[in-house]
């Protein structure tokens, strides 16, 4: 099979979205299908062999790292020299509608993820008027699409509660090996505590962003002298955040990659995210994998991933108390905080790239057929209007 993919970011990005998309890219490409990227402008000319095509585009102002990118004239060039049987647009938003232009003028099917709540960020940023525009822009994006995908159970319901049609779940994976325990190091654990090891020390990992609500762990670092708070990632309110925290234990180590990231989970004795905007939170399950009890915010997303497997502690958003009594009882209860850690082992498991990425292929699969038949559909229909039945004929 021939897939092009149309992505709102990809590398150098590092975010759940781009992870995401690498891992399923890596699978499609060992099964044998051909997958051609059209990307924001910076990233490589090819990804494991397959073609990238640059889109440039303006950075977002609330969010530098990224950018709008205009369809663009090279698209239509880019995929007709590429001749795929299938579009999915990843996050539609400015991109993606290149891909779904293509898709209605090549008459191919179209498949839409949705990886990003934009919708919610604009209470974030103090803009809610735009938070039903943004719905109403959204769905109205992914309507054009013969499948739509979500990657949990939540966003499913989410999504179809607000009309979005044919949504499907594409749940998410993590690589096992890669986030695993035994990569622990004393050398990165006494890097992400400035150097005492002897700390308890809780990690963030992921953008550095007002919808992740890290401002509200601040109060932890006065309430536990023992404690050591490490964020490991960037974003827009990096900067702020420094001056927050400035004068107490935490460390900004910015972005790590590779067997250093799996060494800054593995070195971690909890995983902390006080987020609530998340569609999945791909990080909760590389946390998981690393065999790191979790302390996140009370939210559907976060339910689904560790209050249902016993992962971790859940603690009420709206409530500064519960933060500081769910993170004592991980503190004081280090039997509780060996189980966790397994069962958040045990989890992760259980949610390897292999079964997403088969999903994918199957939904891909299920919108080739149904274009199919929706074109002999309108094929029919086309052929009846321009050869209509006379009475005489039914005679």
């Not at 609530?276 to 690393?290: D, F, H, P």
């Amino acid at each position: 099979m021939k897939i092009a993919l149309l992505t709102e970011t990809f590398l150098p990005s590092t975010d759940g979205v781009v992870t995401r998309l690498c891992a399923t890219i890596d699978h499609l490409i060992d099964q044998g299908h051909q997958v051609a990227i059209v990307a924001p402008h910076g990233g490589p000319a090819f990804y494991k062999g397959m073609p990238v095509l640059p889109v440039k585009g303006l950075h977002y102002f609330f969010y530098p790292q990224q950018q709008f990118c205009p369809p663009s004239l090279k698209i239509r060039t880019f995929l007709d020299a590429f001749g795929p049987d299938v579009i999915h647009v990843v996050n539609p938003v400015v991109l993606g509608l290149g891909g779904i232009y293509y898709a209605h003028k090549a008459n191919l099917p179209l498949v839409a993820s949705f990886h990003t709540n934009l919708a919610a960020y604009a209470h974030r940023y103090r803009v809610p008027f735009l938070d039903p525009v943004a719905w109403n822009y959204l769905r109205l994006l992914h309507n054009r699409a013969i499948v739509n995908l979500a990657t949990s159970a939540t966003m499913v319901a989410e999504l179809r509660s607000r009309r979005f049609q044919n949504v499907r779940l594409w749940a998410g994976g993590v690589d096992t090996e890669h986030f695993h325990p035994r990569h622990r190091s004393e050398t990165m654990r006494s890097r992400l505590t400035n150097g005492d090891p002897d700390q308890t020390l809780l990690l963030y990992v992921g953008r550095l962003a007002p919808e992740k609500e890290l401002h509200r762990i601040r109060t932890l670092l006065d309430a536990f002298p023992s404690l050591t708070i490490s964020f490991v990632g960037d974003g827009p309110d990096r900067s702020r955040l420094e001056r927050l925290f400035a004068h107490t234990r935490a460390q900004f180590a910015g972005f790590l990659h590779g067997e250093e990231l799996s060494a800054a989970y593995a070195s971690a004795d909890g995983f902390i995210f006080p987020s609530t905007t998340e569609t999945l939170g791909l990080v909760l399950l590389e946390a998981m994998a690393s065999g790191l009890p979790i302390i996140a915010a009370d939210s559907r997303p976060s339910r689904e991933l560790v209050g249902q497997t016993g992962g971790g502690l859940l603690f009420n958003p709206a409530d500064d108390q519960a933060l500081h009594e769910t993170v004592r009882i991980l503190l004081e209860r280090p039997e509780l905080r060996a189980q966790m850690a397994q069962q958040a082992r045990l989890a992760a498991e259980n949610r390897n790239w292999s079964d997403p990425t088969e999903k994918l292929i199957n939904y891909y699969e299920v919108a080739i057929r149904a274009h199919r038949l929706r074109q002999k559909a309108n094929d029919k229909i086309f052929l009846e209007k321009r050869n209509p039945v006379r009475i005489s004929d039914r005679v």
